[in-house]
């Protein structure tokens, strides 16, 4: 009985098919399919449309017959197998990294060659990691800090260096760092690795995904320093390499200016460019104006349906300006929000992040896409705007909103009349690491909020997008610009924009409210009511609630500021809040023996304080009597050998006085 093939022995067999059996093949596949790109393999020279309906046939096969690569992915896996240099310039969620599999698919097993894939995080670097051994079935690894430093797991996945011999991945994902000498002067093990002359003969492609790094990280800009300066060494890796390989860069973000940093780098002078338009049509742009500053927490109460309800809360991702890590969250916690954020039946369904998850994340569900403050550049913006809905067809829409600070109206655009006026993404003048917000925000950034003309446009122009569908949306709505279009925000928004405290009445002056508990008492009281919270929605799982249904962050905000003595049973609790009847029944008396446990803590943390400042000052006492009480006897101690010494010399001068006297001679009288 004939056995199945392998999904190896099937890719081998596409791989290795005659081309005058190829065409036929496809035609027979994919008869009829709207998928195929038939006009442009009908321009390609015949070994040319030989490798791209191999290309197409293998992933077709490998994806059970879901992908089939598009007419860019196919032109820059050709320019790669062609051994040329290329830049694929396209949009977030174009599928530009869908070249680098085409291209390892048709090459020969047996002689392993080797593919590194250059790229700027370690959760794309994971993600992308999945997708070529799972989804494509190609051996891949990934290396950065966090990689085994053994030699036995080197040797098995990657190069025995005194055999020789390869192991058993043939991608190899790495960051920019992982290349160079760190600032200690030292070299990674892979750093060590690619300098070695019989590992280079066996790398067949260099990847570089979202290589507009080079110049926003890896370059000294406005008067800072390089943020990442590995980032803007890639040049110096390129001239390390045999030329025989050849590299591919990617990214979406590409305005002139810094396009050409890269071709300076790492392209060749005869590089194949391939564009697509960055514009993304299922985006509906708009500003907002915040109100007082960024720490004005109801702002954000837009974003959060009340009632709350899981089933319809749309998904939201709040980026924050501040590049970095989320300080004081385990690894662990950030991978679990991120991947229950990502699920579409995940729970989590507002996510507050850093840049991390701005650059190159796939998210298929989000709905909403805030970047809160004015972006440090359109560069910045654009690449947030690329989390929005990343599915297509219809329905599939979302929001790019940004949230900026009342301060981006006092700045004018005659203020950026300095530095390299071909650069959009200058500021008013150098920098310094003490240069305030305002000081470091962008030309194309504030012209981008302050305009009066179609944001979608905006973009285009700075990336110099001259696509015919570079203005093009299939949404209800292209932007928050245009005077004739019934845009209205609050449509747009679960909940409500928070529209400011109203104005004091007329004739009557505020009296302010001194009345506040300490702040250092504050923190732990609202975790302790979070905690209680937590533990009336864990005990009831059958009742839809929230703990915002409960306590909205306001009512908290009350809570903790407002001092014990104004809280002094469960009834005031409810006047406070201006809770009702049911809320009180439910709720208050519990509440308040959260504040009754506080109170009784702090009671005892005050004795116990007081107890420890009493035994510490006696403490101290003790200490400074027993010093004064050795200084005393120091001081007794060296006046008796002051004495003694003094005695001592005395005597010693007596002693020499008798002695000089016997040493006179004896005197005789003349007149003996």
């Known amino acids: 009985m004939q056995s199945v093939p392998t999904l190896h022995e099937r890719r081998e067999e596409i791989r290795l098919l005659p081309a005058s059996n190829i065409e036929a093949l496809a035609n027979a596949i994919f008869h009829g399919d709207p998928r195929l790109p038939r006009n442009y393999l009908a321009g390609l020279n015949p070994q040319d449309r030989t490798f791209a309906l191999r290309a197409i046939l293998q ?13 860019v992915q196919l032109k820059a896996a050709l320019a790669t197998h062609n051994g040329l240099d290329s830049l694929l310039n396209a949009g977030t969620g174009t599928g530009k990294t869908l070249s680098i599999p085409l291209n390892s698919m048709l090459d020969n097993p047996k002689d392993h060659w080797f593919v590194l894939i250059i790229g700027p995080l370690k959760r794309l670097q994971v993600t992308q990691g999945n997708d070529f051994n799972t989804q494509y079935q190609i051996p891949t690894v990934v290396i950065n800090e966090d990689t085994p430093r053994n030699d036995e797991w080197w040797q098995t996945w990657i190069y025995d260096i005194k055999k020789k011999t390869p192991g058993i991945a043939t991608h190899i994902i790495v960051t920019p760092e992982q290349l160079f000498r760190s600032p200690e002067g030292h070299l990674s093990r892979f750093g060590v690795l690619i300098r070695n002359k019989h590992f280079q003969k066996l790398l067949k492609r260099i990847y570089v995904d979202e290589v507009h790094g080079i110049h926003v990280d890896g370059t000294d800009l406005y008067g800072n320093k390089a943020f990442r300066p590995a980032w803007g060494h890639l040049g110096e890796l390129k001239a390390l390499l045999p030329r025989s390989i050849p590299w591919h860069c990617m990214s ?17 002078q005869n590089y194949v460019s391939l564009r697509v338009s960055s514009n993304r049509p299922n985006t509906t742009y708009a500003t907002h104006q915040m109100i007082k500053s960024l720490d004005e927490l109801r702002n954000y109460d837009c974003f959060l349906m009340c009632p709350y ?14 590049q970095g890590s989320h300080i004081g969250m385990s690894d662990s916690y950030l ?3 991120h991947t229950s ?3 579409p039946r995940g729970t989590c369904r507002i996510l507050c992040a850093t840049a991390g998850e701005a650059t190159g994340v796939d998210f298929p569900n989000v709905k909403i896409v805030c970047t809160c403050g004015l972006p440090s550049s359109l560069l910045v913006a654009l690449q947030r705007a690329g989390r929005v ?10 929001l790019f909103l940004v949230f900026y600070e009342p301060w981006v109206h006092d700045i004018s655009l005659d203020d950026f009349a300095t530095g390299d006026l071909r650069d959009p993404d200058r500021p008013q003048g150098t920098l310094t690491q003490s240069s305030r917000k305002q000081d470091r925000a962008s030309f194309a950034s504030i012209q981008y909020v302050q305009s009066k003309s179609c944001l979608r446009d905006r973009f285009a122009q700075y990336l110099d997008d001259q696509a015919p ?24 928004l ?48 059958n009742c839809p609630r929230t703990t915002y249904d409960i306590l909205t962050h306001q009512q908290r905000l009350t809570l903790v500021r407002t001092p014990a003595t104004l809280i002094p049973s469960a009834n005031s609790i409810v006047q406070l809040l201006g809770e009702s009847d049911e809320w009180e029944a439910n709720y208050a008396t519990s509440l308040y023996k959260v504040f009754e446990d506080y109170a009784s803590d702090l009671t005892k943390a005050a004795a116990e304080a007081k107890k420890e400042e009493a035994d510490k000052k006696a403490e101290e006492r003790a200490v400074v009597q027993s010093k004064a009480a050795e200084a005393r006897a120091e001081a007794r101690k060296k006046a008796e050998e002051a004495r003694a010494a003094k005695k001592k010399v005395a005597e010693e001068k007596k002693m020499a006085k008798a002695a000089a006297v016997a040493a006179r001679p004896t005197k005789r009288c003349r007149a003996s």
């Open 59 to 71: 992933l077709w096969g490998v994806t059970g017959g879901t992908q089939v690569p598009r007419e």
């Open 252 to 268: 979406a973000t590409l305005p002139p200016h810094i396009l050409k940093t890269v071709e300076t780098q790492v392209l060749r």
């Open 309 to 322: 309800s899981p089933e319809h809360q749309p998904h939201i991702l709040a980026l924050l300006r501040q």
């Open 335 to 337: 991978q679990d929000a």
């Open 341 to 343: 954020f990502a699920d």
């Open 389 to 398: 809905i990343r599915r297509t067809g219809p329905g599939n829409t979302g």
């Open 469 to 492: 569908d570079a203005l093009d949306f299939h949404t209800e709505f292209c932007c928050d610009r245009h005077p004739d279009s019934p845009f209205d925000l609050q449509q747009m």
């Open 494 to 541: 679960p909940g409500s924009i928070f529209p400011g405290d109203p104005p004091p009445r007329p004739g009557k002056r505020k009296q302010p409210n001194t009345k506040y508990r300490p702040t250092h008492e504050r923190s732990t009281l609202d975790l302790r009511i979070i905690l209680w919270l937590e533990s009336r929605v864990n005990a009831n799982p």
